[in-house]
């Protein structure tokens, strides 16, 4: 009796289970939709580490690269920036016809015995490099020319002794001289006693020669020495002597090289 209830189901239960299958097969079924992602999440397990490396290396690809068109572009205003400062302070009547401009030089040698008073530069007489030229860092003043051959060329600093510099100081317009002592360090002079200036107070080229722009930064006072009837002023540069990999040169006629 059993076995006959079970076989009269089996015709029941065969297009039952088809209608089912069919249903979940069906293109715009639920079920189906929900087969589809189960099965697509689960086949893409495997592949997500692999996937999220190639995101990660992409994404880095696209900020190294970002970040090299940074470098580039702030290479690039500095440089213009520089020449907007060495040309800021600069007589017109002393402007040649091919106006002027910066330079760039690499420091290819620098002796240890004279580490603080002069370096030489790969830029000589054949690329217009002239005796007296100033030198540059980031747009404040190096040093100066003092012998030109034809391939390279010697810079005095501004930390040699050597090497006596006309300034003003900004805020007040007070005249002296920035000197160095051969040890790393300039010193600002000849300012009357009477006047008191104040470290930050910046130092620029004074026009008192011919040879030698006004206006270039020299940089500003860090410290005040007072003896008996006189004063002194360190000067902290705007120039990173310590570091001196290249330089520009200020060259008549033509922009930035």
Do not use: C
């Not at 930390?159 to 900004?170: F, K």
């Not at 030698?212 to 540069?237: H, N």
């Amino acid at each position: 009796m059993l076995g006959k209830v079970k076989e009269g189901w089996v015709p029941v239960l065969v297009p039952l289970l088809a209608a089912l299958l069919l249903l979940a097969l069906a293109p715009y079924s639920n079920m189906s939709g929900w087969s589809v992602e189960i099965a697509s999440t689960l086949l893409g397990l495997p592949e997500y580490p692999a996937v999220a490396a190639r995101n990660v290396a992409g994404e880095t690809l696209v900020w190294v690269s970002g970040m090299n068109d940074l470098r580039a572009q702030l290479e690039e205003l500095r440089k213009e920036n520089a020449l907007l400062r060495a040309q800021r302070g600069t007589a017109p009547d002393k402007t040649s016809d091919g106006g002027q401009g910066l330079l760039e030089a690499r420091v290819d040698l620098r002796p240890p015995s004279r580490w603080w008073e002069e370096v030489r530069v790969d830029r000589g007489s054949g690329d217009g490099v002239r005796e007296g030229s100033p030198a540059l860092q980031r747009g404040y003043l190096v040093g100066r020319i003092t012998k030109v051959f034809p391939s390279h060329a010697w810079v005095r600093l501004v930390t040699s002794p050597g090497l006596l510099v006309p300034v003003v100081v900004d805020e007040t317009r007070d005249l002296g001289v920035a000197a160095g002592d051969g040890q790393g360090r300039v010193v600002l002079r000849y300012i009357p006693f009477e006047t008191e200036l104040l470290p930050g107070d910046t130092l620029s080229t004074a026009l008192v020669g011919d040879d030698l722009p006004p206006g270039l930064p020299l940089g500003e006072i860090s410290e005040i020495v007072e003896g008996d009837g006189f004063r002194e002023y360190v000067v902290k540069t705007g120039a990173e002597l310590s570091r001196l990999y290249e330089v520009y040169i200020l060259v008549e006629g033509g922009a930035s090289r």
